[in-house]
């Protein structure tokens, strides 16, 4: 536990605050909600601003504000600078929001697109990959919500849990991704705002040249460019980052809701706006040791430092911050994931005739239910933030190559892509456990790579796109 | 007392201690070694399949665009 901590009466106050504000909010937005497009794509219409402050704010989450001190305190140097890269993820998808809103105008989810590219096969296997990613990065956020309160307030683990999942499934209950949309312009704001002076006050009272002494003489191995470890987890962070937005419905679902022309602008400002970030919230982590501040769990040394550095009033700051990126980042995967079960479970195979009202029924249900699941997953903590993502890298990372050849090419067919993602997901998961979670995305990604080069060679077809319908 | 950390070189060591009444205790060590040669392969087979990924995207991207541009100019002229 930090030294300096929020008061009991004080985190109670800005959790109900918190609260109060983003469900009311959502539920004057979901007023404007008339049918299950307007729930799911906020009417297909986002425009640049509201576009490039949701793909940041969900891009900045747990991942970010206390992922990437962590890694700092693990790797150093390399752990900063590859959380940074993550951002090529969104750079990189520029031109694929493009694309797929060029090809699929009416389209709804990611798994639209593997179902009409390669068939029920690969669709399958996309979707056990999706579920298992969703589910882990919900289970991370949950747990960060957990983690954050019971570092700087005497409030529990479950307790920061319990708030964080219930705020964000009862505003995106009530309002669909118009909410999630608006909401995370003003968490933008706030994570932006934050971190700025936080970074600011860090630098004032702990200059550069008494970080880098300290560092030098107590953790040498965190400034060495050497440093094996990090070295893999460098490339391994990037392949991650690319495969959780080349697959995830959370970002086709924002591709298909930007409208005509924005979605290219707007993914490559928003992803060079998240660049600097990480390095920013990583770089308090290298002040820690210098500080006397030794968190029990790895994924906490953020937080800590902050609150040590900035006292009490840092401490809030470092809440409400953290707070903001948390919601924004799930109420963004909570809203895709209750899309993707909606229109490719229930629509797609159990109810094709299936009415507006009783798709925005079903994406309640499946909201609340994911919900519940995710609360359930977190209760039990089952390993720090960055060894919980990095395991989903295994799976992630296999679906880029896929999605890359099926947007732009014809000559990959069904078996390939879903041989690719098995294949990949296997070998990542071998690396994970047999090496470390800094080779699972990698690895994954490269034997994915092979397939797909084997499939497109020896058994080409010659796929002919054409427009979805309906 | 808690407190954990990592220690140096080529060692990724991870170690959870406790510290109380003068008596301290190692609850938890991991120690991983990787060689800088193996990790440098990695590293490698990371900016191999980095220039792999633009290679592809850039040429597809080019090639598409380039295709809705004929298309766009052929039917000017229809």
């Known amino acids: ?470 | 007392m808690s407190f954990s950390g990592l220690s140096t070189g080529q060692y990724n060591i991870k170690f959870f201690a406790n510290s109380q009444d003068n008596h301290f205790v190692l609850k938890s060590l991991e120690v991983n070694h990787y060689s800088i040669a193996t990790a440098l392969k990695v590293f490698l087979l990371g900016l191999a399949m980095f220039g792999i990924l633009i290679g592809v995207l850039y040429g597809r991207v080019n090639k598409t665009n380039k295709e809705a541009h004929d298309v766009r100019h052929s039917n000017q002229f229809r």
Not at chain 1, 355 to 381: D, H, I, V
């Open chain 1, 1 to 470: 536990m930090s030294d300096i901590q929020i008061s009991l009466d004080n985190a109670i106050a800005i959790l109900v605050a918190f609260s109060v504000l983003w469900i009311a909010w959502g539920w004057y937005l979901g007023r404007k909600n008339k049918n299950a497009d307007d729930f799911a794509l906020a009417g297909r219409n986002v425009g640049f601003a509201l576009a490039t402050s949701t793909a940041m704010a969900t891009w900045v989450t747990s991942n970010t504000t206390l992922v990437a001190p962590q890694l700092t305190y693990q790797f150093g140097v390399w752990g900063m600078l590859g959380y940074s890269m993550a951002a090529l993820g969104l750079i990189l998808f520029a031109p694929l929001a493009k694309r797929i809103k060029q090809l699929m105008p009416k389209g709804v989810t990611s798994g639209d697109f593997i179902h009409q590219r390669y068939g029920r096969f690969a669709w399958a296997v996309f979707m056990v990959v999706s579920f298992c990613y969703a589910l882990g990065w919900l289970v991370s956020l949950g747990m960060a919500g957990g983690v954050l309160l019971s570092a700087l307030s005497p409030l529990s683990y479950e307790t920061g849990m319990t708030v964080i999942v219930v705020v964000c499934v009862s505003y995106t209950l009530l309002g669909g991704l118009r909410a999630v949309i608006a909401t995370d312009f003003a968490q933008t704001l706030i994570i932006i705002g934050g971190v700025c002076y936080i970074a600011y006050a860090s630098l004032t009272q702990n200059p550069l040249p008494e970080v880098y002494e300290a560092v030098s003489q107590t953790q040498p191995e965190l400034l060495n460019l050497l440093f094996p470890a990090a070295l893999m987890f460098f490339f391994n962070n990037i392949f991650f980052g690319i495969g959780e937005i080349f697959h995830s419905n959370v970002w086709w679902s924002r591709a298909f809701a930007f409208a005509p022309g924005v979605g290219k602008k707007s993914f490559l400002v928003s992803g060079l706006m998240w660049m600097p970030v990480p390095i920013v919230t990583g770089f308090i982590a290298l002040s820690a040791n210098s500080l006397g501040v030794f968190p029990p769990s790895p994924d906490m040394v953020g937080p800590m430092v902050a609150a040590k550095v900035l006292g009490s009033a840092g401490a809030i700051l470092v809440f409400v911050v953290v707070f903001s990126a948390l919601a924004s980042s799930m109420d963004s995967l909570l809203a895709a994931t209750a899309d993707l079960m909606t229109h490719d479970l229930y629509r797609k195979y159990l109810m094709p005739a299936a009415s507006t009202e009783q798709l925005m029924t079903m994406n309640r249900f499946m909201l609340l239910l994911l919900g519940l699941f995710t609360w359930l997953m977190c209760l039990p903590r089952v390993a720090t933030l960055g060894a919980l993502l990095n395991f989903t890298g295994a799976f992630v990372a296999s679906t880029i190559w896929p999605i890359i050849y099926g947007l732009y090419g014809n000559k990959l067919n069904g078996t390939g892509a879903a041989l690719a993602m098995v294949f990949g997901t296997v070998s990542g998961l071998i690396c994970y456990f047999q090496v470390g979670f800094y080779t699972a995305a990698i690895s994954s990604c490269a034997v994915s790579l092979l397939t797909c080069w084997y499939f497109k060679r020896f058994q080409a077809i010659d796929y002919k796109w054409q427009e979805q319908e309906g």
